[in-house]
T-cell receptor, first 110, second 113 residues
Framework: DAKTTQPPSMDCAEGRAANLPCNHS???????VYWYRQIHSQGPQYIIH???NNETNEMASLIITEDRKSSTLILPHATLRDTAVYYC???????????FGEGTQLTVNP | DTGVSQDPRHKITKRGQNVTFRCDPI?????LYWYRQTLGQGPEFLTY????????KSRLLSDRFSAERPKGSFSTLEIQRTEQGDSAMYLC???????????FGSGTQLSVL
């Protein structure tokens, strides 16, 4: 699976949009971009995934660049409960595993 | 709640003892995964099952580790002759098919003294 690069930490004000970047410059055509988050003392939680097109669900939006070498996870109105480590993962369509990096610690401040 | 269930939540053991963890996946999920996570790091893949077949094992899974999923439902992860380096959070996850999202349990926190 392709390697991803994320900033180690970010801060965001409550109520504002949180934009979390991810670089995956070696991604190949059959690899999806997945985002998970992990709140302290809990298991990771799925957020969203995409291949080429931008995606949106009730939790977040995923913006993938046209060349697919980077993506941004957007939490439109961050709350204190969104404070967590966010993992960007690239996974083959038939991949057997998710390979986690160290993620981005997002802290939402009141 | 019909999510992934792990038992126990916490386990403290002495070095050299054997420990066993249990994972109950979401009903009807064919795939079951074990991960290990140490403080400040992302989860590391250990192994996964499709139904009762163990299809892949990480090199992290030394011969002291064994995982089973005898009837394709719950799974156990056993660590024999525990070492202090085995102290970690052990996470279980399940998914319906190969491309589906993974649902994680809350993990078992192992402390080896």
């Amino acid at each position: 699976d392709a390697k991803t690069t994320q900033p180690p930490s970010m801060d965001c004000a409550e109520g504002r949009a949180a934009n979390l970047p991810c670089n995956h410059s070696t991604i190949s055509g059959n690899e999806y971009v997945y985002w998970y988050r992990q709140i302290h003392s809990q298991g990771p939680q799925y957020i969203i995934h995409g291949l080429k097109n931008n995606e949106t669900n009730e939790m977040a939006s995923l913006i993938i660049t046209e060349d697919r070498k980077s993506s941004t996870l957007i939490l439109p109105h961050a709350t204190l409960r969104d404070t967590a480590v966010y993992y960007c993962i690239v996974r083959e369509t038939s991949g057997s595993r998710l390979t986690f990096g160290e993620g981005t610690q997002l802290t939402v401040n009141p | 709640d019909t999510g992934v269930s792990q038992d126990p939540r916490h386990k403290i053991t002495k070095r050299g003892q054997n420990v066993t963890f249990r994972c109950d996946p979401i009903s009807e999920h064919n795939r079951l995964y074990w991960y290990r996570q140490t403080l400040g790091q992302g989860p590391e893949f250990l192994t996964y099952f499709q139904n009762e077949a163990q299809l892949e094992k990480s090199r992290l899974l030394s011969d002291r580790f064994s995982a089973e999923r005898p009837k394709g439902s719950f799974s156990t992860l056993e660590i024999q002759r525990t070492e202090q380096g085995d102290s970690a959070m052990y996470l279980c996850a399940s998914s319906l098919t190969v491309n589906e999202k993974l649902f994680f349990g809350s993990g078992t926190q192992l402390s080896v003294l």
